[in-house]
């Protein structure tokens, strides 16, 4: 009787499945009267494969549920235990173009600003780029030079549509310097190397605009200094070489300075530094997780109070030379029954990096280290939170570590082996990776489809508002190399990476933005809508989510600024998506922001807005 069951049972499911593919399938009559309760489970089948035609038919009128390609897996799946719908799937492990041939600079830092050019440069002390200032005769004088002049440009906007440069001319050296959006979304640098250690730089996204200097703009000099988004729109600028101090700095270039000591960088130093750049991201509650070399502390960026430490990090050193990388992941912005916003988790993740004494290895011994394999990761609104610690596929020292649309992490470029100097690591890490922080440990990382081009010390990357990657820059050489004889020639060719979210096969689940019926302009707490076009028919507001990205600065393996917020919607009424504004500039910084609307992991193409 069971067996006999069970086959009927799985008879009509091949049967519902065949009626969902091939309607003209003759239909099981089910005939059997026999008295023993099995004749009422026919009845009962036949009542199921009727349903399951219906399905069928639904789901050839309804595109949400069209199968246009079985084998591509882009199709949805059952909803998990807790009722949400998954995230489509694709098998696509992402692609790589080469953007342009030969952007004249290689992008040691890069900021991509709301006008959709990105600023890539370098530094101005090192001899000739490979293309020079525009118009010709457009030079600056040499310091302490007066009579030598330098017609190379060091910086260049960047086209991210035509993949076009307009050459920049940067008067004071931006060595290794730091740099975030401003409220109006002009770039601010700070620091740099001799004549530029103390200058203070804008450039504004405008057509013909070029930088504007201030080189005594800082009270301290600041070499390899991090600089942070603070939740007024001003910034704090922390360290740097023998730097054991931050200061805040204004959204201009003159502006009243105030330098604050913090000990904490000194203490954190080794014969070999490792405690440059510093991890630094603004916490919900306006204070600032800082984490050097492996030591990681709370501070309030107002009285330059130690509110606590963190645990130490084990296994290496993350910071300067040792050059891993950290994020503070997506921020989920809860809105509860009575409309406000919830209280926040916060989480930090530090990735790779390498030994304390791989520095020295290499300097003195011409020994690459392996790079560190492990990531720490850390609730660091909890005071009595512990380091998670797991394992990436592969080692990775001077990656980039960026957030997705998504609200997943990629890690991309850098090496395997060494530390960030010039020719202090080899075997590039040419592959890069997906974290999913939804997922368990164990089951977070995915490797992707690796480069053919090696990016490691002075490479950068930058998410662009169609969700595609920039990718440029990496020179270990002190010089501009451009020949086949070197072991890395300077890298001036410019990639996107696609990532898996962008398979073809996808596109059918894709929102679009109707930007002129959408808000740019949002308040703090406030409403806020945005109107999509999407060909599924049945979209429940669950199915979606609003992200907000705010594009970093990257240099180094440090993406400074970046932040991204996951936002809920809360009703979505003819193609009309409703959302609550982030709560405060502790959350969401003022400035402008990428937002992405995101189908069950599928995202829209970004539009610029502007929070304040």
């Not at 991090?226 to 200061?247: A, C, H, M, N, W």
């Not at 009243?256 to 510093?278: G, M």
């Amino acid at each position: 009787m069971a067996t006999l069951l069970k086959s009927l049972f799985l008879f009509s499911l091949l049967v519902i499945f065949a009626s969902a593919q091939y309607p003209t399938l003759p239909e099981f009559d089910g005939e059997d009267t026999k008295d023993d309760g099995i004749g009422t489970v026919v009845n009962g089948i036949d009542a199921i494969i009727n349903s399951g035609r219906a399905a069928a038919d639904a789901i050839k009128l309804n595109p949400f549920f069209e199968e246009e390609n079985p084998v591509d897996d882009a199709t949805p799946v059952l909803p998990s235990d807790d009722g949400e719908k998954p995230d489509f799937k694709t098998n696509y492990l992402g692609g790589w173009k080469i953007d342009n041939l030969d952007a004249g600079v290689s992008s040691m830092q890069m900021q991509l600003l709301p006008n959709n050019k990105a600023i890539m440069y370098d530094n101005t002390n090192l001899g000739p780029s490979n293309i020079q200032l525009q118009p010709p005769g457009n030079c600056r004088p040499f310091p302490k030079k007066p009579n030598e002049l330098d017609c190379w440009a060091h910086a260049v906007e960047y086209d991210i549509v035509t993949a076009q440069v307009r050459t920049l001319k940067l008067l004071t050296d931006s060595w290794c310097s730091s740099g975030g959006l401003m409220v109006d979304g002009s770039l601010l640098s700070s620091g740099g190397f001799d004549d530029g250690a103390k200058a203070v730089r804008l450039l504004s996204p405008c057509e013909d605009c070029d930088w504007k200097e201030n080189p005594k703009g800082l009270v301290s000099e600041r070499w390899y200094a991090t600089q942070e988004k603070l939740e007024d729109g001003s910034f704090i600028v922390l360290g740097g070489r023998r730097g054991f101090s931050f200061e805040i700095v204004q959204n201009s270039l003159e502006f009243p300075k105030k330098q604050v000591e913090l000990p904490f960088l000194q203490a954190t130093t080794d014969p070999y530094e490792n405690n440059l750049y510093p991890f630094a991201h603004l916490v919900p509650d306006g204070n600032v997780f800082l984490l050097a070399n492996n030591r990681s502390i709370i501070l309030d960026p107002k009285s330059g109070k130690v509110i606590r430490e963190l645990p130490v990090l084990p296994g290496g050193s993350r910071n300067y030379p040792s050059s891993g990388m950290s994020a503070l992941l997506p921020l989920r912005i809860p809105v509860g029954k009575d409309g406000k916003h919830q209280v926040l988790e916060a989480e930090v993740l530090v990735c790779g990096g390498a030994k304390s004494e791989a520095n020295e290895a290499a300097e003195k011994q011409g020994l690459f280290l392996p790079a560190l394999q492990d990531c720490g990761r850390i609730t660091v609104t909890d005071p009595n939170a512990e380091w998670e610690i797991e394992e990436m596929p592969s080692r990775r020292v001077m990656g980039d570590m960026l957030l997705l649309p998504t609200a997943q992490v990629i890690m991309l470029n850098g090496a395997e082996n060494g530390v960030a100097g010039w020719n202090f690591a080899d075997t590039p890490n040419l592959a890069p990776v997906i974290y999913d922080p939804k997922k368990n440990v164990g089951e977070r990382f995915k490797t992707l489809k690796p480069s053919q081009i090696p990016r490691m010390y002075h490479s950068s990357s930058a998410v662009l508002p169609d969700g595609k990657v920039l990718v440029a820059g990496s020179n270990t050489n002190p010089r501009y190399n451009l020949t086949n004889l070197a072991t890395y020639k300077t890298e001036l060719r410019v990639e996107k990476f696609s990532p898996p979210y962008l398979d073809h096969h996808l596109d059918r689940h894709r929102p679009k933005i109707v930007e002129d019926t959408s808000d740019k302009q949002l308040g703090y707490g406030q409403q806020f809508k945005v109107e999509i076009q999407l060909e599924a028919a049945r979209v429940k507001t669950a199915d979606l989510k609003v992200t907000m990205l705010a594009p970093p600065f990257t240099t180094h393996g440090y993406s400074q600024n970046q932040r991204l917020l996951v936002l809920e919607p809360i009703s979505l009424v003819n193609g009309q998506l409703t959302m609550v504004a982030p709560p405060s500039g502790k959350v969401a910084p003022p400035g402008y922001y990428i937002l992405y609307v995101v189908h069950r992991g599928v995202p829209s193409r970004g539009m610029w807005v502007q929070i304040q």
